[in-house]
T-cell receptor, first 112, second 111 residues
Framework: DTGVSQDPRHKITKRGQNVTFRCDPI?????LYWYRQTLGQGPEFLTY????????KSRLLSDRFSAERPKGSFSTLEIQRTEQGDSAMYLC??????????FGQGTRLTVV | EDQVTQSPEALRLQEGESSSLNCSYT??????LFWYRQDPGKGPEFLFT???AGEEKEKERLKATLTKKESFLHITAPKPEDSATYLC????????????FGAGTTVTVRA
């Protein structure tokens, strides 16, 4: 499968715990994006990387969130001290040209 | 700020009953308008990119059109497998790194 891969698909965590998600983009894509989607809403942009450089962060990305893309390949999104409001689908996407993006299947986070 | 409004929120169709979904947008310039399909619990699946007013794209029973202020997704003779949420997104030249999405239209096609 040559699409965008995300792991895990589902995560249930207790409030206050840290969680980390992984994204493997389409191999030749140099741009990688993270979005968040809550029920009944469209995805909202969080951050993006061009190769290994994180070039833009949304104001939605609080200090508890950190993303990395070492060596310009896979990316991780960590949420520290999770809160119930962090419950959402976290989507990773990638692109080559910057026109649009191809999305992965997402990681569904539930904070209890 | 870029804004995208989709209507209706939900659409229930009988199999074979054609209909259209609307996506109205406000953006400073338009780099591209994108349609995605999303099944429950899954990520958005790319359908079409439209770049300029008057452009049309087709794929099976779906046809997307674009004007200067809105886009339509026409579903011709839908089948139950066309049931999904359809998302519209825009990309502006000033923010070429992000897509601004609407809330989507959930389409249910009954056999």
């Amino acid at each position: 499968d040559t699409g965008v891969s995300q792991d895990p698909r589902h995560k249930i965590t207790k409030r206050g715990q840290n969680v980390t998600f992984r994204c493997d983009p389409i191999s030749e894509h140099n741009r990688l994006y993270w979005y968040r989607q809550t029920l009944g809403q469209g995805p909202e942009f969080l951050t993006y990387f061009q190769n290994e450089a994180q070039l833009e962060k949304s104001r939605l990305l609080s200090d508890r969130f950190s993303a990395e893309r070492p060596k310009g390949s896979f990316s991780t999104l960590e949420i520290q001290r999770t809160e119930q409001g962090d419950s959402a689908m976290y989507l990773c996407a990638s692109s080559l040209t910057g026109f649009g993006a191809f999305f992965g299947q997402g990681t569904r986070l539930t904070v209890v | 700020e870029d804004q995208v409004t989709q209507s209706p929120e939900a659409l229930r169709l009988q199999e074979g009953e054609s209909s259209s979904l609307n996506c109205s947008y406000t953006v400073s310039g338009l780099r591209g308008l994108f349609w995605y399909r999303q099944d429950p619990g899954k990520g958005p699946e790319f359908l079409f990119t439209l770049y300029s007013a008057g452009e049309e794209k087709e794929k099976e029973r779906l046809k997307a059109t674009l004007t200067k202020k809105e886009s339509f997704l026409h579903i011709t003779a839908p089948k139950p497998e066309d049931s999904a949420t359809y998302l519209c997104a825009v990309q502006a030249p000033s923010n070429d790194y992000k897509l601004s999405f609407g809330a989507g239209t959930t389409v249910t096609v009954r056999a």
